[in-house]
Structure formats: structure tokens, C-alpha cells
Nanobody, 124 residues
Framework: QVQLVESGGGLVQAGGSLRLSCAAF????????MGWFRQAPGKEREFVAG????????KDADSVKGRFTISRDNAKSTLYLHMNSLKPEDTAVYYC?????????????????WGQGTQVTVSS
């Protein structure tokens, strides 16, 4: 079993920055590929960014390219999402997720474990 705990959400003005963290607990959890997803009110959950188990390969949604960066620190069993140039449309609950295997994927159905989510609100 893998447990994921997100932190770092909050309220920020447009153009600002935030860093989300996701701590992973559980046997072998840190060999899993990881991802960030988000869900805005009234919308479906969507992929934001993913990273392979080794950390060598990352994927980003078009909407966040050049603004968000996903990274991981295997020694600390922690996943990060560095968010810059935030926009009001980035407002959502952000979820950390883990999947078995090395490859990061964009579909939420590929991920077996989920955190409880952290709220990010960007004011205009």
C-alpha cells in the first residue's frame, strides 16, 4: 500500500509562484512513476505533469508548458510541482498520484494511488 500526502497549496496572486510537495510512504513506493493532476470546480480531473520512476523522463500538459516543472527527490521520497506565472485558470485542487512501473502516463486511470489533494487558488 502506498500513501501520498500533498502540501504547499494556498492563495496566490496571478503571476506568482507556488511549490507543491507530495510525500510518499509505503514499501517500494519510490520506484513508481508519479504524476500531478488537478480538478477545477465543475470540471473533470485533468493531467498536469508526470515523471518516470527514475526521474529521467517528464511529461507536461500543454496548458502548463514553460510554467510548471515536475521533479522528484528519491532520497526524500518526495515529489514536487514548481508552479510559476500562475493564472486564475490554474485554480483547482491538485492531486498527487502514483502508478506501478517506470513510465509516466497522462491518463488518471493508469494511477493506482492518490493523495487527498491540496487547494491552489490564483486571484486576478
Amino acid at each position: 500500500q502506498v500513501q501520498l500526502v500533498e502540501s504547499g497549496g494556498g492563495l496566490v496572486q496571478a503571476g506568482g509562484s507556488l511549490r507543491l510537495s507530495c510525500a510518499a510512504f509505503g514499501r517500494a513506493s519510490w520506484t513508481y512513476a508519479m504524476g500531478w493532476f488537478r480538478q477545477a470546480p465543475g470540471k473533470e480531473r485533468e493531467f498536469v505533469a508526470g515523471i518516470s520512476g527514475s526521474g529521467d523522463v517528464t511529461k507536461d500538459a500543454d496548458s502548463v508548458k514553460g510554467r510548471f516543472t515536475i521533479s522528484r527527490d528519491n532520497a526524500k521520497s518526495t515529489l514536487y510541482l514548481h508552479m510559476n506565472s500562475l493564472k486564475p485558470e490554474d485554480t483547482a485542487v491538485y492531486y498527487c498520484a502514483a502508478k506501478h512501473g517506470e513510465e509516466a502516463r497522462t491518463l488518471q486511470y493508469d494511477y493506482a494511488y492518490w493523495g487527498q489533494g491540496t487547494q491552489v487558488t490564483v486571484s486576478s
